[in-house]
């Protein structure tokens, strides 16, 4: 499985960005896909996840402002990012994992970089 994230950049706090993961992969019917993000020097953080049933989970802090969707014909993952603050500045990674993610994520409450096997190169988002 290949991600490749875009979209990413510089924007005002207050503004909006939508990220994308163009993926490779078109053959595995159950799926958890997610977006992470981390700053220097801190762990990755897990940010929204979506599976191939539709389920979603969110962090806290970024529930009501950030939207995850994923468009199956594409194969492509987005992340909706509204309200930006300056504490959403980070690099924004897509990821790929199988079914078990998601009940896993739900279970423990948390969005475990473990949980995913496949991962893209990283966009940056700054938010000032």
């Known amino acids: 499985v290949q991600l490749v994230e875009s979209g990413g950049g510089s924007v005002q706090a207050g503004g909006s960005l939508r990220l994308s993961c163009a993926g490779s992969?078109?053959?595995?019917?159950?799926?958890?896909m997610g977006w992470f993000r981390q700053v220097p020097g801190k762990e990755r953080e897990g940010v929204a996840s979506?599976?191939?049933?539709?389920?979603?989970t969110y962090a806290d802090s970024v529930k009501g402002r950030f939207t995850i969707s994923k468009d199956k014909a594409k194969v492509t993952l987005y992340l909706q990012m509204n309200i930006l603050e300056a504490d959403d500045t980070a690099m924004y990674y897509c990821?790929?994992?199988?079914?078990?993610?998601?009940?896993?994520?739900?279970?423990?409450?948390?969005?475990?970089?473990?949980?995913?096997?496949?991962w893209g190169q990283g966009t940056q988002v700054t938010v000032s």
């Open positions: 992969e078109r053959t595995y019917m159950k799926w958890c």
């Open positions: 990821a790929w994992g199988p079914s078990s993610a998601m009940p896993a994520i739900q279970a423990r409450g948390i969005m475990s970089p473990a949980y995913f096997a496949f």
């Open positions: 979506i599976n191939s049933y539709g389920m979603t």
